[in-house]
């Protein structure tokens, strides 16, 4: 419990610094520059989400930082001196009196201390650390409740104009989620709650005129394609979870700020009309006279404090910033996330010192290693490998055990520890008579990656027991020279589907080019994973003379097998029947309509123009993208007529694309 305490109050002390860099210098930015609601909104999101993992990468990665900081910890009680002769006390004590005094009958030198009963200060840290973000927490998730109590009796609007003008501003924007229009009498200014929700006040039908509503509505869309309830909500928890950083609380509040600035920009552009969202914010404040709902939500006017800004801001006709100038931001907010990571203090936990115990009689005394002193205890009599000798000797003895799950356990174990004396011992077990115990030894020679044991592992590839030979082939894997490939073209025959598909693959590991033939038998096999394994396997072998097989699979019952045959065909750059193409492009699987609409344009498969340009309206949006890119890469204008006429298309990828494609040369 105390390691653990340490450990997390490392940790908060890391964000408490990192957070503190990241949204100072976010802060100290949007004052100083004066940016655009699109780059602080950027800025802001950043510092406050990667405060969150700077510290715990500094730690995966074990970075050294320049300002280091190591938690102090409590000095272990320490064992008799090594170098004091058995029998002598320290000078002082009297002679006849146990250092060890709360336990009778105890080994002179040895240690046992007396635990402490009081915590220490890191449990008390954390324990109170972990009360209030609960209680905060709590108390953000009971304002929550109360909210939803006082929108209990909102209606849905799915008829008249409110709902009209919703769902008309929905397909100009290109919005396809859908969303449910409610209507409530308890709230003074309109929300986005969630997703997928818009809630407007009674006022909204009979106070605002129709220009008013749609820039009502359209403000309340952006909203929700922005995520701004989502984001609000993460801001509040982390504001209370990590209450200790007073500059969250700032950064939950510009988040808020920017949502409105651009949420009135989104609906500016949409319904081109600024003076219309002015009016409507102008009215909507009037309306307002209750306290806000509590809790930070995503709605047109709830904070009137800055709506004369905001109004202001609308009819100067501000224009928002570029793209380019977002990513430009983006990129140097990459870059400060790197630095602070590189360079920001880390503060970590240290380690207890280890205790030295007094050395049996005939035992070698060593310093503590540095892997002792990372907590890993004190080695003595160490080998080449670096682990115990007696630890090792011991489990090699093992290795004869009466018990067969004995041996596999050792066998197990002698991989784990890495310590090369465990291989000749290891290949001898190979030969047990227990089918358990030789997939442990293979496993153990797997993860020791020694060469001398390829020989031994490959002749379990003849092994009755299909986990042995399962487990052989894995461990061959390993290595990629000196595998013999002669018993792993015999296993290709294996009545075992999953022993014929780690063949296969262990033949490509392997770049086994002459085994292509023997690959390509299996082009029918019973097993769809083979088949997938088979079709892959030649594609990246570039084996030209299984491209005939490779077509043949492009009739496969299984869809993946399907799409391996068409990205294997690509690959070897083998030709394709348009016929085929066409029928692959009507695939019932979205993802081989995909493939074969991509290689359609990659190989300015002009007869294939009316199929691509039906995809465009295809279901599945992946294919839909797809079909236009494809008709961008191909010269004829009978292309180019189907990528103008895609400018039209609802999905806002599709239009993308086509505007890509048609600035491109013909």
Known sequence: MSALASSLLAWLLTYLIHST???????????????????????????????????????????????????????????????????TTDPGRKPGVSENTGASGSRPGSVNPTPSRAPSLPVVVVLLWG???????????????????????????????????????????????????????????????GLSEICVPELALSELGAEQQRSMLAHELAHLARHDSLWLAGASLIERCFFFQPLNRLARRELETTAEYLSDEWATRKTGSAVALAKCLATVAEWIQASPLGVPVAGLAERRSFLVSRIARLLEGRLPSS?????????????GVAVTIAAAPRVSQSSPPVPLSVPERGDSVRSPSPEGRRGQGVRTGTGSGGEDTTVVRALIARLKDENAGVRAAAARSLGHLSDPRAVPPLIDVLADSDGEVRSAAV???????????????????????????????????????????????????????????????????LHARSAAGAIARLIH???????????STLGNLGAQSAATAITEALSDANADVRQ???????????????????????????????RAAELAGERSVVAAIPQLRRLIDDPRGDV??????????IADPAARQALQAALQSPDPKVRRAAAEALGQDP
């Not at 949204?23 to 950027?42: C, H, I, K, Q, Y």
């Not at 990205?567 to 081989?592: C, Q």
């Open 624 to 633: 839909r993208e797809a079909a236009t890119q494809a008709l961008g890469h």
């Open 564 to 594: 391996a045959a068409l990205g294997a065909l690509n690959d070897l750059k083998a030709p394709i029947a348009e016929a085929t193409l066409f029928n692959l492009m009507k695939d019932p699987s979205a993802d081989v309509r995909q």
């Open 443 to 509: 496993e153990a020679l797997a993860d020791l990656g020694d060469p001398r044991a390829i020989g031994p592992i490959a002749g379990l590839l003849k092994d009755p027991v299909t986990d042995v030979k399962r487990n052989a082939l894995g461990a061959l894997s390993h290595f990629d020279q000196a595998v013999p490939t002669a018993p792993v073209l015999a296993l290709l025959d294996d009545p075992d589907a999953d022993v014929r598909h780690q063949a296969i693959d262990l033949l490509e590991h």
């Open 525 to 535: 096999d019973p097993s769809p994973d083979v088949r997938h394994s088979v079709v």
């Open 21 to 87: 860099v990241l949204l100072g210098v976010a802060w100290a930015v949007t004052r100083r520059g004066r940016l655009e609601p699109a780059a602080s909104d950027l800025l802001w999101k950043v510092a406050l989400l990667a405060s969150l993992v700077t510290g715990t990468i500094q730690s995966r990665l074990e970075l050294s930082t320049p300002a280091a900081v190591t938690l102090p910890v409590a000095t272990l009680p320490q064992a008799a001196r090594p170098n004091q002769p058995a029998g």
């Open 323 to 335: 793209p380019a100038s977002r990513r430009g931001w983006a990129a140097a907010a990459a870059l």
């Open 131 to 193: 009360a209030i973000a609960l209680a905060s927490s709590l108390y953000y998730f009971a304002r929550r409740l109360i909210l939803i109590g006082r929108l209990a009796d909102r209606r849905a609007v799915s008829d008249g104009p409110l709902a009209a003008t919703l769902a008309e501003l929905q397909r100009t924007a290109g919005y396809r989620r859908r969303v449910h229009l409610t209507m409530a009498r308890t709230i003074s200014s309109p929300v986005a709650l």
